[in-house]
């Protein structure tokens, strides 16, 4: 805060009072030294006449100009004329009274008395300022704790402030913090065209820039002597005297209070404590009026959220139900009523776990009692939906926590109804089931007819061709050598028609069994690829349904091409267990291996047919099929498939 231009005592110099103040000592004065100092006559008898000959009366009187002085200037100026008084007494009473020790003694308690008059006076004005500025506090934190709308605060701030500091005109700035700088947010006593020019303040630029940047009030008594471009612009609205405080809210400055006067004003240091702390109440306002404002966005955000979830609770395809812990209904959608058949004005007297067939039901309760003792993120399972007409329906089940507090209160679940999508399934699997088996039975009769056909009918080409290169005569050497040739030739072309009949369909598989043309399979890989092929058997070998055992060659023969061709494994095995009604193969290799895909939808993606074509063969079993590849580390293929044995394979071997 910069200090006044002009000392204390230049401006009581200036009040009417103070001469009047020297005029009374001179006066005081004047009796005290008859003797020295020529006065009127009567005053001699005046005294003479009340008995005062020891000059008493005057020491007394000089009480007057000192408690005067604590009023006019303050405690300050009653102690300098007290020591003036001392100063005025002292002469009479060391070298002109005959009764120096009382006049001595009247001297110290007058200049005594007049200080603790003085301090108390002081006191009880101070007691009394401060009563004003709570008054003042009180009646500003009055006004602008009435909202707490920011518009209304900052309005009713303004005006507060103006009739407690009877100023001519007052602002608020308010810190835009993004930006670094102060905006005129409410005014009053000022011209728009002002409001204009001075709207937007730099942080640390100008008055009010200064004041928000340090956080200390600055308070100019006439602003007439600044030379900046603020000065002229607060010269042109007639502005002489203006204090400027921070807002200030947890020790963070959020803008400015701006308080003018347009005639010169000196503000005493109460007084600026005074609107400093007026500007603190606002600032705490402001603060308030942020966090209101936040808070009553929230609320909209909340209510404008919690009508879309109501929306999308009530409009979502699949049902959706919560219950408490007790396992009672607390809330359900429409497409829950439309599934399960209950009204809404029927839940209460259901309860969640009445519609939840018994098999997936303990399932589904270890899993919520797993989410109470360790807050479990839910879970997604197949369950079977009971409706209220006692059927049933397959669904896919959600069931995530709710939680209050960091404590689970209820479970909510979310149930698509399967049915259609498992008929569709069950329509696509027997489609491709009957597909693959149009397939086996078009290379069943292909293999059948080379075999019966194109093979017999070159066996008797080829011996044809013998018999004439043996038992014609005349023959030229060239002729014999060209009819061996083409003799050698069909023999060639009739071992592929036969390992092709072969490989549409092994005609081990269809007498023997799987275990047996798993044995040729491997057999006829190593010969033709250089690969040690080994078979394994695990459990009691046994014949299964030929659709099984010809899908099961299906994915060894494929996995076994693939080993060939892409591997570069120089080993590879075949693992087949039997269990109780549940057959495993496997398939490993020490090849390169490969980078798997993320999702087994991808197989087809990344151009793994043949892997993808083992999926579906798997599924067609009703079972699953898994793929682990690793790098330089193989690859290693499973295929897990429930069945029906038919028999002991030594029993069709």
């Known amino acids: 805060m910069r200090a006044p231009s002009l000392g204390w005592l230049t401006r009581i110099v200036r009040k009417p009072g103070f001469w009047l103040l020297l005029v009374v000592v001179v006066l005081i004065t004047l009796p005290h030294y008859e003797e020295v100092i020529p006065h009127p006559s009567f005053l001699t008898h005046l005294t003479a006449n009340l008995g005062l000959e020891r000059h008493t009366f005057e020491r007394i009187l000089y009480l007057a100009p000192i408690i005067w002085a604590a009023f006019l200037i303050g405690r300050r100026g009653a102690l300098t004329v007290s020591f003036i008084a001392l100063a005025c007494m002292l002469p009479r009473a060391i070298f002109i009274s005959p009764y120096t020790t009382d006049a001595l003694l009247e001297t110290a308690a007058v200049f005594v008395l007049g200080n603790v008059l003085a301090i108390t006076i002081h006191s009880l004005r101070k007691e009394r300022e401060r009563r004003t500025q709570l008054a003042a506090l009180n009646q500003t934190s009055s006004v602008i704790s009435q909202s707490l709308e920011l518009t209304q605060v900052l309005r009713s701030s303004i005006d507060s402030v103006i009739d407690v500091t009877g100023a001519d005109a007052a602002m608020v700035f308010l810190m835009d913090e993004e930006a670094s700088e102060l905006n005129i947010v409410a005014h009053r006593g000022i011209s728009p065209e002002f409001v204009r020019r001075a709207g937007r303040v730099k942080l640390g630029q100008d008055f009010n820039g200064r004041v928000a940047q340090t956080g200390e009030p600055l308070y100019l008594e006439d602003v007439s002597k600044e030379t900046t471009p603020t000065s002229m612009t607060l010269a042109a609205e007639w502005i002489r005297s203006q204090l400027i405080v921070p807002l200030k809210s947890k020790g963070k400055v959020l803008g400015t209070l701006w308080v003018a006067s347009r005639s010169k ?47 999308l609770f009530e409009n979502a395809h699949d049902a959706i139900w919560l219950h408490d812990l007790d396992e009672t209904i607390i809330a359900a959608n429409r497409s829950f009523v439309r599934l399960t058949g209950y009204a809404l004005q029927e839940l209460g007297d259901v309860k969640a776990n009445q519609l939840i067939a018994g098999g997936c039901l303990d399932t589904i309760k270890c899993t919520e009692d797993q989410m109470l003792e360790d807050e479990g993120a839910g879970f997604l399972a197949e369950a079977t939906l009971i409706k209220k007409d006692r059927s049933e329906a397959p669904i896919q089940l959600s069931t995530s926590p709710v939680f209050s507090n960091g404590q689970v209160i209820a479970f909510q679940h979310i149930a698509r109804d399967m049915t259609e999508e498992k008929r569709m399934k069950e329509n696509l699997r027997f489609y491709l089931g009957q597909v693959t088996r149009a397939q086996e039975e078009e290379r069943m009769r292909i293999a059948r007819e080379l075999h019966d056909e194109t093979s017999q009918a070159l066996v008797v080409l080829s011996r044809q061709l013998d018999e004439l290169a043996s038992t014609t005569k005349g023959l030229s050497k060239d002729m014999r050598a060209t009819l061996e040739d083409l003799r050698q030739q069909t023999n060639s072309v009739m071992e592929g028609v036969r390992r092709l009949s072969q490989d549409l369909r092994p005609p081990t598989l269809d007498r023997l069994g799987l275990l047996p043309a798993l044995e040729w399979l491997a057999a006829n890989v190593s010969k033709n690829s250089g690969i040690s092929v080994e078979v394994q058997t695990h459990g009691a070998g046994r014949r299964l349904s030929s659709d099984a055992e010809l899908l099961l060659f299906r994915i060894a023969q494929e996995a076994l091409n693939n080993v060939w061709r892409h591997s570069g494994a120089s080993k590879a095995e075949v693992v087949v267990e039997f269990a109780e009604r549940k057959a495993r193969m496997t398939i490993h290799d020490n ?42 580390k193989g690859t290693t293929i499973t295929i897990e498939a429930s069945y029906e044995p038919t028999g002991d394979w030594a029993a069709h071997s």
Request: charged share 25%; glycine share 12%.
């Open 265 to 311: 004003r000196h503000l005493a240091p109460e007084v600026v404590e005074l609107i400093t702390a007026i500007g603190y109440q606002i600032g705490v306002a402001v603060d308030n009026a942020h966090l209101y404002e936040q808070e009553r966005r929230f609320v909209e955000q909340l209510r404008v959220s919690e009508q879309r979830y109501r929306e």
């Open 591 to 632: 090849g390169k291996g490969f980078d798997l895909p993320d999702s087994v939808a991808d197989l087809t993606r990344h151009g793994k047919l043949g892997l993808a074509g083992m999926q579906e063969r798997a599924r067609l079993l009703g079972g699953s099929a898994a793929v682990e590849s690793t790098p330089g």
